[in-house]
Nanobody, 114 residues
Framework: QVQLVESGGGLVQPGGSLRLSCVVTGIMIRFYRMAWYHQGPGVQRELVATITGSEGTNYKDSVKGRFTISRDNAKNTMYLQMSSLKPEDTGVYYC????????WGQGTQVTVSS
């Protein structure tokens, strides 16, 4: 049974940084294209960053140069390093496969506000 547990969110001022983590059980992430998703207030969840098995990465335009996705296959854990945070980055962040077919975790709340 696949389980995704996100953590690391919090309240941060504009321009600040956070590092999100996602511990995955039930699948070996090295064999999957994985992703981080963002759900802002009142909007649908959207994909913001992906990482492939060969460590290729891709980002939504609005986060390019500010967010970095990575993973530790030995720990079966994904990360999202977020810097230069903006108020529009506020929302709940989730990890999942790139197809979003694993059961969703509870996500981790990020609030960017002064």
């Amino acid at each position: 049974q696949v389980q995704l547990v996100e953590s690391g969110g919090g309240l941060v001022q504009p321009g600040g940084s956070l590092r999100l983590s996602c511990v995955v059980t039930g699948i070996m992430i090295r064999f999957y294209r994985m992703a981080w998703y963002h759900q802002g207030p009142g909007v649908q969840r959207e994909l913001v960053a992906t990482i492939t098995g060969s460590e290729g990465t891709n980002y939504k335009d609005s986060v390019k140069g500010r967010f970095t996705i990575s993973r530790d296959n030995a720990k079966n854990t994904m990360y999202l390093q977020m810097s230069s945070l903006k108020p529009e980055d506020t929302g709940v962040y989730y990890c999942n496969t790139i197809t979003g077919t694993s059961p969703w975790g509870q996500g981790t709340q990020v609030t960017v506000s002064s």
